[in-house]
């Protein structure tokens, strides 16, 4: 289990992560005002000022760029709840140990990955 020295460290790099992710979610989502854990993807605007209405191709692009759109929310949203889940158990006895087996997780791994609820072997 990780001493308070490494608890520290572990912690300012959990809310630097938290920072970043809720960044880059806001470059193209907005919180959802009944749920601040959730993130909405705002739909691409790509018809030019004045357009009445979008032909295919240029339909067909913006609703593939929403659904990417989508899949990156919802990669970013998972992780951010794996950062907050880690920020809100690193004080207690919980934090650094697998879910799975209840051993210590590596210091390695947490470095690696501070959010990490499983050891290695339980990780696969």
Do not use: Q
Not at 23 to 33: C, I, N, V
Not at 53 to 76: K, P, Q, S
Not at 79 to 104: Q, T, W
């Amino acid at each position: 289990m990780p001493n308070k020295t490494e608890i520290s460290e572990l912690c300012e790099a959990l809310e630097r992560e938290k920072e970043r992710l809720e960044k880059s979610l806001s470059s193209f989502a907005k919180r959802d005002p009944k749920d601040a854990s959730n993130w909405n993807a705002r739909y691409p605007e790509m018809s030019d000022e004045g357009a009445d209405r979008l032909d295919a191709d240029e339909n067909a692009d913006e609703v593939e760029e929403y659904d990417t759109l989508l899949e990156t929310e919802e990669t970013l949203e998972t992780r951010l709840r794996d950062v907050n889940r880690a920020l809100e158990n690193i004080g207690g006895s919980s934090y650094g140990a697998c879910e799975s087996c209840g051993s210590a997780i590596s210091m390695e791994r947490l470095r690696a990955n501070p959010a990490a609820r499983f050891c290695i072997e339980h990780a696969k």
